[in-house]
T-cell receptor, first 114, second 113 residues
């Protein structure tokens, strides 16, 4: 199975930078995704890493170290609208049936304050 | 069109009812997914369809029955549900199973009385 850990809650100040960590233990690793989910809404895709290193996408960046089973999501210039749950999701390859499946971490609830 | 639509938005049903959830995408995606999400929990995968064939069933009880009539549509038929099945049911799609991002629909909020 998979074990994916994220902090439950984080609080940060508007305009600041926040880093949300995710550690995982899995077999058949085939990529790591970050999603944002506002309360009562669907998850929306933020970023994706399959190789080690940093992927930058505007105010959001994501880092992956496969040897350490570790990823982080970096959010810069925080805005109030960034208050949401941030879900780390590990993709693993499934031999039976074929294809990949996503397993989500428990999510980190980020609160951005003035 | 870059969205996944789901109907209905909300559904209340009794334990003896039969109902269906519907999901549609027109992005030409060939993989579609059903997830279940309880409050303050992450989405949990239920089923994966690839090219209209069931690829993964995560040991979901038979009271949930998926169907993929064509490449754009995905249904979830519900029968004899339990109150603990109350949750947000999310549909998602991706280009293929090869590992692209999944696009999620807004979900159906299901309440079983």
């Amino acid at each position: 199975g998979q074990n994916i850990d994220q902090p439950t809650e984080m609080t940060a100040t508007e305009g600041a930078i926040v880093q949300i960590n995710c550690t995982y233990q899995t077999s058949g690793f085939n990529g790591l995704f970050w999603y944002q989910q506002h309360a009562g809404e669907a998850p929306t895709f933020l970023s994706y890493n399959v190789l080690d290193g940093l992927e930058e996408k505007g105010r959001f960046s994501s880092f992956l170290s496969r040897s350490k089973g570790y990823s982080y999501l970096l959010l810069k210039e925080l805005q109030m609208k960034d208050s949401a749950s941030y879900l780390c999701a590990v993709r693993v390859y499934i031999l039976t049936g074929g294809g990949n499946k996503l397993t989500f971490g428990t999510g980190t609830q980020l609160k951005v304050e003035l | 069109d870059t969205e996944v639509t789901q109907t209905p938005k909300h559904l209340v049903m009794g334990m003896t009812n039969k109902k269906s959830l519907k999901c549609e995408q027109h992005m030409g995606h060939r993989a579609m997914y059903w997830y279940k999400q309880k409050a303050k929990k992450p989405p949990e995968l239920m089923f994966v369809y690839s090219y209209e064939k069931l690829s993964i069933n995560e040991s979901v009880p038979s009271r949930f029955s998926p169907e993929c009539p064509n490449s754009s549509l995905l249904n979830l038929h519900l029968h004899a549900l339990q109150p603990e099945d109350s949750a947000l049911y999310l549909c998602a799609s991706s280009q293929g199973l090869g590992g692209d991002e999944q696009f999620f629909g807004p979900g159906t909020r299901l309440t079983v009385l």
